[in-house]
């Protein structure tokens, strides 16, 4: 864990080499139009309400949240939520994705009864028998039954058009003293020593800020939320920042082990985000751009990158 004020030290090489290789619920059944997926340009899109989110649910796009979920569990050190939870009846997960996190959370609480949601049905079947799974757009109207004691969510940029009428309608579902907790990340990747300025990451980073704007769904939610929070009426609020390196060059053991895990991640994703809202949202040709073909050439691995 490293405060984002922080500097990280940068490992020259002249240390040990790390050990470490890089390389039923409140809905009922799934209706089969939920699978009728979406292909286009070699990836696979989700089909409830088609076209509401930028990526893909094939299987690469299905490893790159899962080595993401390690990730955030080397990020956080095995913890699955900072809030301080106790015994919660009642949890929903937003945006479930491979439902990772939905399954850890409902295996060390088996008196909660948990709940992930998402576009895409691509969760497994066998689960903790106190999971669940729906298929729901979190930007529609809630329709949960009862309260919820605790609503997580994490790597929602990009999915939600209006931020403040999500909040509400979560402080609306929370029973009183609840807690909402939001994981998200930049997407502009940074240095402590400017480094970063005028790589083909940061023209990345810039460029998906812009699509997303345009999308409607912002990527900025990670500098918004506190606020936004606090303006749906949450209180005692609390924001921690942290740095997340891409690559082994840090010279702390626990964050070069963390940098090669989130360079997979990255290396993993890069694709995905150009493919649908750089194509489709600002016109980027896949054929005739030079950076888009950059952007291709550093996320397939060819090329020395994000060391
Ligand atoms: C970046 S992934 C994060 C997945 C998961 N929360 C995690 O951290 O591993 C974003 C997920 O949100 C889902 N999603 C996007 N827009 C959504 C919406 N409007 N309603 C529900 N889920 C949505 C996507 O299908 C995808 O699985």
Not at 44 to 51: D, I, K, S, T, V
Not at 53 to 80: Q, T, V
Request: aromatic share 12%; glycine share 8%.
């Amino acid at each position: 864990m490293t405060p984002e004020a922080e500097t990280i030290a940068i490992d020259l090489g002249d240390d040990r080499a790390s050990t470490c290789t890089a390389t039923d619920s409140e809905l009922t059944s799934l209706r089969s139009s939920v699978l009728d997926y979406v292909y286009e340009n070699g990836r696979r899109y989700h089909a409830y309400h088609a076209g509401a989110y930028w990526g893909s649910n094939d299987e690469k796009a299905i490893d790159a949240m899962e080595i993401c979920h390690f990730s955030y569990g080397l990020l956080f050190h095995g913890e699955l939520h900072l809030a301080p939870l106790q015994n919660p009846k009642r949890v929903l997960d937003v945006g479930t994705g491979t439902g990772a996190w939905a399954i850890e959370f409902a295996d060390m609480h088996p008196t909660a009864t948990v709940i992930g949601t998402d576009l895409s049905p691509i969760q497994p079947r066998m689960v903790p028998p106190n999971l669940s799974f729906e298929v729901d757009d979190c930007c529609d109207e809630w329709m949960y039954r009862a309260p919820f004691d605790y609503i997580h969510v994490r790597g929602l940029y990009g999915c939600v058009a209006d931020w403040d009428g999500f909040y509400q309608q979560a402080l609306k579902h929370l029973v009183p003293g609840g807690y909402i907790e939001q994981v998200e990340m930049g997407v502009v990747p940074t240095s402590d020593d400017g480094s970063h300025i005028g790589t083909v990451y940061e023209k990345w980073g810039r460029a998906s800020l812009e699509s997303g704007d345009r999308f409607g769904k912002t990527f900025r939610i990670v500098d918004e939320s506190k606020q936004r929070i606090i303006n749906a009426g949450f209180v005692d609020v609390v924001e921690r920042r942290y740095k997340l390196p891409i690559g082994p060059w840090p010279k702390n053991k626990h964050l070069k082990t963390l940098g090669k895990y989130f360079r997979l991640v990255i290396e993993e994703s890069m694709e995905m985000w150009v493919m649908y809202l750089w194509t489709k949202v600002l016109g980027v040709s896949a054929v005739t751009s030079p950076f888009y073909q950059q952007i291709l050439i550093y996320s397939s691995g060819r090329e020395s990158k994000l060391k």
